[in-house]
């Protein structure tokens, strides 16, 4: 009842603990879910079934769940710190009270022991390579160097050793050389020195800072404190070009050479953000390639509503202020996007506001991408205030770099306690962007040695593997769907004996079960007798003819798939391009003549609400297609065409493919699970060339990553570079 007007304590949060003041209530072994602040300490005992959590198992707040089942027990006097996570070992006894805006739970008698919960500081799992730029956002939460050599050196480990040493870090909070001594200082080099010379005796790089001191006493914060947003970077990765800088009151603004100032703020006088903090733009190169990144902290808070407060609907009055600032930054960024020819941004800081609120959804506009919503719920959370986990740090990247961007939450503070080590009240946030394209190539001596390779690639163990006929592909051109299902690798041998490649992997993948593709003329029984004797369970699908076994590895997908995949029986090229999707997306690949559609395979086509022909019409005909219930054709000139409409309409959020030669079969059918497993596309080339259909396809899915499938002779060095250079 937002309105109040109601009361009713079986459903509604307030009029439950209303019901409860006063009275003495019983906490029994109740979990942390929050450090302790204010000597209160968040706890939770009972959650919905579809609670969310975060990775330290703390309640993470959502649009639609402000998590009223949370107890603040007020813990003054009470010696006791504590991690999100920990658990009570034991009852708290106490009284249900009121007041700053919250119910809360004075203890009587003992106090429980704590259990740990085991939750330990993250390291990011990015891992960067060279043609990457990594980027993070860090508030630091009120740092000049008087604050000592413990703080200092914390913040430094975090960005040597959880961070690893970002080429550049957006630094929240920085305050000037005298933190909050109010005697007219504004320069904060030496707060930006202590820490650079920090990171190098952490072992890590020497950075350079870029900053602009504000006018004293005009950015809000700690009085006398001044703080900033500035930016160390890595001067061995990335360059700082050198441009008149701007002051507290000069506006940056663009042109096709980039900023007129580096760095530069960002309209410093709009009223948007009288007292508060200025957003402060630098631009940089990586690689020959110009990147603007905007470091942000927009107003708090400060003032708004609370959810056990007085007024409801919760009054959110400083939303106004950052609504005005988000518009502000994302016209700048609408300025570089259109004028500078890369338009590569990054818009990063404590935006302090959740992702789901109206002034991130505004800053996104529609020339953003808030990276923020590719995390994992059980990381998406930067700050922690009174036991609900959320997001008040954000990076954002032009949607040009969305698809080359990775996102990581490093959650090495908002969990814990200062007395339990942590820097800062925020986690950092990073994000790494690939920049150039990144070209590997997967191959064997033989099409069975390269099947083994690209197993080992994707695979470092199995309980099932899918053996097909390397020599010929008509029984295992359906067979994808099925060993994605079964998580399992596509083996390739010959006809009438396991190839001891096979052997040997299959030993390493500690295999205990082998689906055959095709009947005892595709795969020998002598074959499967192997399988056997490696202590395998066998499983062989097969049929009459081709329709029927790709019909039979249908059943075996169980469940009733929405759409179903067609292709020609004795035209591999246009099945295999599709093969990653269907097997994605758990739809069967049936098989037909160019002119007739075996009864067997119209059986199962007419079972799904849509049919997706691959090919053309000399592949399958127009009265095949006519006499199909809902068909949607996919097609192109040749088999280079075709593969790059199905890329592009099925697979067009693809930023990996698998490319394999057009020619022959063996290689793509063994790299299609693979495709799947890394939501990628199938692109088919020429041994010399990339066609120009395939080409286009790769621009307009912006594809950077590629896994060429089979040796020279398969795909040409020359192929591997054009593709690095696209």
Do not use: C
Request: glycine share 8%; net charge negative; proline share 5%.
């Amino acid at each position: 009842d937002l309105e109040m007007k109601t009361f009713d304590p079986k459903t509604d949060g307030l009029d439950f603990y209303e019901s409860l003041e006063g009275m003495l209530i019983d906490i029994p072994d109740a979990t942390v879910t929050g450090p302790v602040k204010y000597d209160e300490l968040p706890v939770y005992v009972n959650a919905s079934e579809d609670q969310l959590f975060t990775r330290a198992n703390g309640l993470l707040l959502t649009a639609d769940d402000p998590n009223p089942e949370r107890l603040l027990i007020d813990v003054d006097g009470i010696d006791i710190d504590v991690t999100t996570g920990d658990q009570l070992d034991g009852s708290v006894t106490g009284n249900v009270s009121y007041d700053y805006s919250n119910f809360k739970i004075r203890p009587t008698g003992t106090f429980p022991t704590v259990i740990d919960g085991d939750t330990e500081r993250e390291v990011t799992t990015i891992e960067s390579a060279t043609g990457d730029l990594t980027i993070a956002s860090y508030n630091i939460e009120n740092y000049y160097p008087g604050v000592g050599e413990e703080k200092t050196g914390k913040i430094a480990e975090s960005i040597v050793k959880n961070m690893k040493t970002p080429d550049i870090v957006g630094l929240i909070e920085v305050q000037d050389n005298n933190g909050p001594t109010d005697d007219g200082t504004t320069k904060a080099n030496e707060s930006y020195e202590a820490i650079i010379k920090a990171i190098e005796e952490a072992g890590g790089p020497t950075y350079k800072f870029a900053d602009i001191a504000p006018a004293d006493k005009t950015d809000g914060g700690q009085p006398g404190g001044n703080i900033r947003v500035g930016f160390i970077y890595n001067p061995d990765r990335v360059d700082f070009p050198e441009k008149k800088s701007g002051d507290a009151t000069s506006s940056v603004s663009v042109d096709e050479n980039g900023l007129t100032l580096n760095p530069g703020r960002i309209d410093p006088t709009n009223e948007a953000f009288e007292d508060s903090r200025k957003p402060l733009a630098a631009e940089f190169e990586f690689n020959g390639e110009k990147v603007v990144v905007v470091a942000n902290h927009f107003n708090s808070k400060g003032g708004d509503g609370a959810l056990f407060g007085a007024d409801h609907p919760v009054v959110l009055g400083s939303e106004v202020q950052r609504i005005k600032q988000a518009s502000i930054v994302n016209n700048f960024v609408n300025e570089v996007v259109t004028n500078m020819d890369s338009g590569n941004v990054v818009v990063l800081g404590d935006l302090n506001d959740f992702e789901f609120s109206k002034p991130i959804e505004t800053l996104e506009g529609d020339v953003l991408t808030n990276m923020i919503n590719k995390l994992p719920t059980e990381q998406r959370y930067t700050y922690n205030y009174q036991g609900n986990a959320q997001v008040l740090d954000h990076i954002l990247v032009s949607n040009n770099l969305a698809k080359r961007t990775m996102i990581d939450s490093i959650n090495i503070n908002s969990d814990f306690s200062e007395a339990d080590g942590r820097a800062s009240d925020h986690d950092p946030v990073l994000a790494k962007i690939q920049m150039d394209n990144s070209v590997d190539r997967t191959s064997g001596e033989t099409r069975y040695e390269t099947a083994v390779e690209i197993s080992k690639k994707g695979w470092e163990s199995a309980d099932t593997v899918v053996i097909a006929r390397g020599d010929k592909f008509p029984d295992a051109l359906a067979g994808a769907p099925l060993a994605y299902k079964y998580d399992a690798p596509i083996l390739l041998t010959e006809q009438n004996k396991l190839n001891a490649a096979v052997k040997k992997e299959i030993e390493r993948l500690g295999a205990t079960k082998a689906i055959v593709l095709g009947g005892t003329s595709a795969i020998s029984s002598y074959a499967e007798y192997e399988l056997k004797g490696l202590g395998l369970k066998v499983d062989r699908i097969g049929g009459e003819n081709r329709y029927e076994t790709a019909v039979n590895i249908a059943a075996k997908l169980d469940g009733t798939p929405e759409k179903s995949i067609l292709a020609n029986a004795f035209n591999f090229p246009d099945a295999l391009s599709v093969a990653s999707y269907a097997a994605k997306n758990g739809y069967p690949i049936v098989l037909t003549d160019d002119d007739k559609l075996p009864a067997v395979s119209s059986k199962i086509l007419n079972t799904t609400d849509e049919q997706i022909v691959v090919g053309g019409e000399s592949a399958i005909s127009e009265t095949i297609v006519d006499n199909l219930s809902n068909p949607v054709r996919i097609s192109g000139d040749d088999r280079y065409t075709t593969s790059a409409s199905i890329a592009t309409v099925l697979t067009p959020d693809a930023d990996t493919a698998i490319v394999a030669t057009g020619v022959k079969f063996a290689d793509a059918l063994a790299g299609s699970v693979l495709a799947a497993k890394e939501d990628g596309a199938i692109l088919l080339v020429k041994k010399d060339e990339v066609p120009e259909k395939i080409s286009d396809a790769i621009d307009e899915n912006d594809i950077h990553n590629f896994h060429i499938l089979g040796g020279p002779n398969a795909v040409s060095d020359e192929v591997m570079e054009e593709l690095k250079n696209n």
